[in-house]
């Protein structure tokens, strides 16, 4: 991977893959988390409304132009960024990049649609809810912190997004949107010098001052268990959540190594003995959310109304029983699990438009992305590291059940 700046701040990085296609996708620390109290919901609201019209196209012209020259195309707000990205022909890629600048740079955030948009992302609103283990999730981190910015959703709620004004918008835009806080990937066949002759001229002339202090993203959890009825429902879910904003990157590679063996896939320790020996849960599983202004271990379950109590206290039981435990992890079972690791590294950027936004967010998020590539080449792992860190992590949860 080649990396360099644009004399107005915007960080650059291209890989070149041999491919008829290019991928791209351009990234800032503008997600939710950089919100204000009083802009839940807004920074979400500006990704939508930059594709409504801009100073040389309509909002037809756009969505035109977009499925004449991109073989896919998107946006995405999360809590640590937001990005936009596509993917064309390597002989579009010019074609594509500049209706993408065009749109970022030159929203004009027109007056006539916007109610609409609104109403769309209300719509949007009313879909997440829908899903019973994102709603969980969302009661989880609701109830478990008084001030994180995770305890209300990324889209923002009801009340938020109905006060959410074009002046809010135009006002976060400016703000953030600015080459200083702003990451370009490239994943293409075309050499270097084609492609940063592209990204200079659409790009390269674009200058505004981007200030912003960032503000305290983490606080201790609330430990405990939350409950709340879902009339709709037939079976429970259930979700802990520990935090790991304290652990350094090397305890976060051990809890990765810990969490394959632990909680993924159906040869899992939690799959293992919930479900097959003990027939509690239908799913269960753990995951690292390792992504800036988030940061949880997690483990998700689904299971029926009367095992709800038994299903906690098995989990529990387990969590205090593999943080004493000895020869788990020995040196054949670390070194399969990090084969693993890396197969699913390598399958998950085998596209290349996969891999652009892993560059992007990775670059937003921590400043670096080694952790792409060969993550668990160069670490020394034994078991008692490995038991450190789940010591240090697994303990004090907020739990929240969703029941009929």
Not at 262 to 275: H, M, P, Q, V
Not at 324 to 329: A, R, T
Not at 391 to 403: A, D
Request: aromatic share 10%.
């Amino acid at each position: 991977m080649i990396e360099y700046k644009l004399n107005n701040g915007i960080i650059v990085q291209y890989i070149k893959r041999e491919s008829k296609v290019t991928s791209f996708c351009i990234g800032f620390n503008a997600g939710a988390i950089v919100e204000d109290k009083n802009e839940i919901g807004v920074a979400h609201a500006v990704e939508h409304m930059v594709f409504k019209e801009t100073k040389h196209r309509s909002e037809k012209q756009i969505n035109e132009e977009c499925d004449e020259v991109f073989g896919f195309h998107n946006a995405m707000t999360n809590y640590p960024y937001v990005i936009y990205y596509g993917t064309t022909l390597s002989t579009e890629f010019e074609k594509g990049f500049e209706i993408y600048s065009d749109i970022i740079l030159n929203p004009i955030f027109p007056h006539k649609g916007f109610k609409e948009e609104i109403d769309i992302i209300l719509e949007e609103l009313n879909e997440w809810k829908d899903d019973p283990y994102q709603h969980c999730e969302d009661e989880l981190f609701f109830n478990s912190y008084k001030n994180r910015r995770i305890k209300d959703l990324i889209i923002g709620l009801e009340s938020s997004i109905k006060s959410i004004t074009l002046e809010d918008i135009k006002r976060f835009y400016n703000k953030h949107y600015a080459p200083e806080n702003c990451v370009i990937s490239i994943v293409s066949s075309l050499d270097l010098e084609i492609v940063a002759g592209i990204i200079e001229k659409y790009f390269a002339q674009w200058n505004k001052p981007y200030n912003f202090i960032e503000k305290q993203l983490y606080e201790k959890n609330k430990k405990g268990i939350f409950y709340k009825t879902r009339s709709d429902l037939n079976g429970a879910k259930i979700q802990y959540c520990f935090p790991i904003d304290f652990l350094n990157e090397k305890e976060i590679k051990l809890l990765k190594i810990f969490n394959l063996k632990f909680g993924e896939g159906i040869s899992s320790i939690l799959y293992d003995d919930i479900r097959t020996k003990n027939g509690l849960v239908y799913d269960i599983s753990s995951s690292i959310k390792n992504e800036k202004g988030i940061k949880l271990f997690t483990i998700k379950l689904g299971t029926s109304i009367h095992n709800i109590d038994k299903a906690i206290e098995l989990i529990n039981n387990k969590i205090d029983q593999i943080k004493n435990s000895k020869e788990i992890f020995d040196e054949k079972t670390i070194r399969k699990i990090i084969k693993s690791i890396n197969l699913k590294t390598e399958l998950g950027v085998e596209k290349s438009i996969e891999l652009a936004k892993k560059m992007t967010t990775h670059k937003i998020m921590y400043n670096s992305v080694e952790n792409i590539f060969d993550e668990f080449n160069d670490i020394n792992v034994n078991e008692n590291m490995i038991l450190n860190v789940i010591n240090k992590v697994l303990k004090s949860p907020s739990i929240q059940v969703l029941k009929p």
